[in-house]
């Protein structure tokens, strides 16, 4: 093959603007992040030689590893709910939506308002004096507000399964859209009902959209620091929360940096593990 | 009643009939086809017959069931689609044994009859093949494979060879048929190649706007064709005005203008109900007129070689259009003379 080496030559040229933006803005850092979090904490500088001992704190104290499950769990859970409720929507636009363009501009359309403002907003629906308290103490369900919406992991879950929705949504639909409807008539044909033809055909085929939409809710959630921080209270902290501590309020900069690099490392071995999953249970549905 | 039965059915899309009333029916282990030209309604026909269209109007019923109101997956019919339709996720093998898995057959019965039906369409070994890896050929074969595998009573193909190369299509006509007498199934194909539904099928039905012009086997078809329209579709045909002079029990005589006055046998017009003094249209094959030193005088216009036989274009005074005749001849600009024997003379009802 002749023309391969010109190819990839002119590959690396149009990727190298990419390339260089990728080297100084994720490379450059993460290599920082390695360095100190081979360093150990002197003062407001760092001891002179490199140590370990940071990695063995990470490792070491239950207190990490409970919210590292925490984190973990929270944005599985969220993951999972974000699918469970983008799935129908991105089903019923693809196959039964009249105007889907229409359809998907009104289901994005809240996502055009600052991530921000979307967690002030659960903060004062689930809120002490927030909208659901106040409903229901109006409708006299309850007699007291209901403290154990807020300052939760539940609050958390809610907050951030509906912040990310429509990250879910789009994958989704585009991978639904993508199915040759042909193919369904054929499953109908050769004798599958309604579920058995979802199950066989509509749901493997849009794994990739519904694996996409994981990862990309599981990998940014796992780390998110504004959520956790605004309505998680201490019982719904996440990894993030604990990393901002070590930097901004300890000033223990090593043993922030390295609970950043293995929350980053757990987080790609969770997603490479759930990938291979997903494809296995793929395959397994003939 | 028939096997097949199709009773003044009608389906219109945004007000427009695309099948218009129409009447089928089909014997058991009937080759059958239905032709005609590109948007006539073929499709649609099938789909419905399959449940994924309803009729409008009129019943459809198999083996003397009515399927009106059956979902697709309740039908004793399968189909092949024009694009196949093979689940691209699932290897040869699964493909085929997509239909199968309900049944809950034990693994050794569900690979005996999976291998047996690779075998049938000469696909041996290649079950593990991913979707993705087969040919036009064989992705024709795994569509066919995976419908006849279930056992269908009535199996639909939607011009399954449509895609495929010439060569290809041939050896698969053959193939086709082969099965199609091996499994003892009634197929229902449908197809814009009428030399495939010619040399394929017991019997065609030819369609066109959405109405079933004729039914009636490939050589009645061919030799006995009832409208104009259907003379026009298989194959190639000369047309010539013509009035009745007098009509008896066996015999017609026409005044055909620049063929003279022609006495033809009346059972050749049919059972259209024409009468004395009606303006008809007279066909003749290419292959039955003949070149002979009496005949309408004219002059090859064309002439194309096409080995045994060749196929001429003749002028003659008094015609716009040509006339093709197939046969022997000399040269472009030869003079030669065209005789129209009587007997392969069709009267049909002129249109106007
Ligand atoms: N779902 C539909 N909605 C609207 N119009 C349709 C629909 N399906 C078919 N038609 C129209 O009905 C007509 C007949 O279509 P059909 O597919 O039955 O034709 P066909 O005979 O199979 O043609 P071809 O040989 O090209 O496949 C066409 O004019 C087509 O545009
Ligand atoms: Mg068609």
Redesign the interface.
């Known amino acids: 093959m002749a023309g391969t080496g010109g190819n990839s030559r002119t590959g690396y040229a149009l990727l190298s603007p990419t390339l260089a933006v990728m080297g100084l803005a994720l490379a450059a850092p993460l290599l920082l992040l390695a360095v100190t979090s081979l360093k150990s904490q002197a003062g407001i500088g760092f001891a002179d030689g490199w140590t370990l001992a940071q990695y063995g704190e990470v490792l070491g104290r239950s207190s990490y590893r409970i919210l590292f499950a925490r984190s973990v769990g929270i944005s599985a859970a969220v993951t999972l709910v974000t699918l469970l409720l983008a799935y129908p929507m991105a089903y019923f636009v693809a196959f039964h939506a009249r105007h889907k363009f229409a359809w998907l501009i009104a289901l994005t359309i809240p996502f055009w308002t600052s991530y921000l403002l979307r967690v002030f907003a659960w903060k004062i629906i689930l809120g002490y004096g927030g909208v659901i308290n106040s409903g229901l103490l109006r409708l006299h369900l309850i007699d007291q507000p209901l403290s154990m919406l807020l300052y939760n992991p539940f609050a958390v879950v809610v907050t951030l399964a509906h912040a990310w929705a429509a990250f879910a949504i789009l994958p989704i639909y585009v991978s639904l859209e993508k199915i040759?409807r042909?193919?369904l008539?054929?499953?109908?044909?050769?004798?599958?009902?309604a579920v058995?033809?979802f199950l066989?055909?509509t749901l493997?085929?849009s794994m990739p959209g519904v694996i996409g939409a994981a990862i990309l809710i599981f990998v940014p959630t796992t780390g998110d620091y504004v959520t956790p921080s605004l309505v998680g209270g201490p019982a719904g902290s996440m990894i993030a929360n604990m990393i901002e501590v070590q930097f901004n309020r300890v000033g223990n900069w090593p043993l922030g940096a390295a609970l950043a690099l293995v929350s980053m490392v757990l987080v790609a071995v969770i997603a490479g593990l759930f990938v291979t999953a997903a494809r296995a249970a793929?395959?397994a549905a003939? | 009643m028939s096997f097949l039965s199709i009773s003044q059915v009608t389906k219109a899309f945004g007000g427009l009939p695309v099948v218009n009333a129409v009447d089928l029916a089909i014997e058991r282990g009937e080759f059958f086809a239905l032709l005609g030209p590109s948007g006539c309604g073929k499709t649609t026909l099938l789909r419905m017959i399959a449940g994924f269209e309803t009729p409008d109007s009129g019943t459809i019923s198999i083996d003397g069931d009515v399927m009106n109101n059956v979902p697709p997956h309740q039908r004793p019919t399968n189909m092949v689609f024009q694009s196949y339709a093979i689940f691209p996720h699932l290897n040869v093998f699964d493909n085929i044994a997509y239909g199968l898995r309900k049944l809950k057959l034990s693994k050794d019965q569900l690979r005996a009859r999976v291998d047996a039906m690779l075998a049938t369409v000469r696909l041996e070994g290649l079950g593990g093949r991913a979707a993705d890896q087969l040919s036009g050929g064989q992705r024709q074969r795994v569509a066919l494979a995976r419908a006849l595998v279930r056992e269908p009573k009535l199996l639909l193909l939607d011009e399954p060879l449509g895609a495929l190369d010439k060569r290809l299509r041939e050896t698969m006509q053959v193939e086709l048929r082969a099965i199609q007498r091996k499994v003892g199934v009634t197929f229902l194909l449908v197809t814009h190649d009428q030399e495939e539904a010619l040399s394929l099928s017991d019997r065609i039905a030819v369609m066109s706007a959405g109405k079933i012009l004729q039914i009636a086997t490939p050589r009645e078809l061919y030799e006995r064709p009832n409208c104009r329209e259907v003379a026009d579709f298989i194959g190639e045909i000369n047309f010539f005005h013509a009035t009745v002079r007098e009509i008896t029990d066996t015999t017609a005589t026409v005044n055909a203008g620049l063929l003279g006055i022609v006495t033809l046998p009346s059972a050749n017009l049919g059972s259209h109900g024409i009468k004395r003094d009606d303006h008809i249209l007279l066909a003749i094959r290419p292959e039955h007129v003949r070149f002979a030193p009496d005949g309408v005088a004219g002059e090859i216009t064309s002439a194309t070689f096409l080995g045994e036989r060749s196929h001429f274009h003749v002028k003659i005074a008094g015609r716009s259009e040509p006339v093709s005749v197939s046969g022997n001849a000399g040269p472009q600009g030869s003079a030669v003379a065209l005789i129209f024997p009587p007997e392969r003379l069709i009267g049909l009802p002129s249109a106007d």
Do not use: F, Q, Y
Request: net charge positive; hydrophobic share 35%.
């Open positions: 040759d042909s193919l008539e054929a499953a109908s044909d050769l004798g599958d009902g058995r033809r066989r055909i493997p085929l793929a395959k003939r």
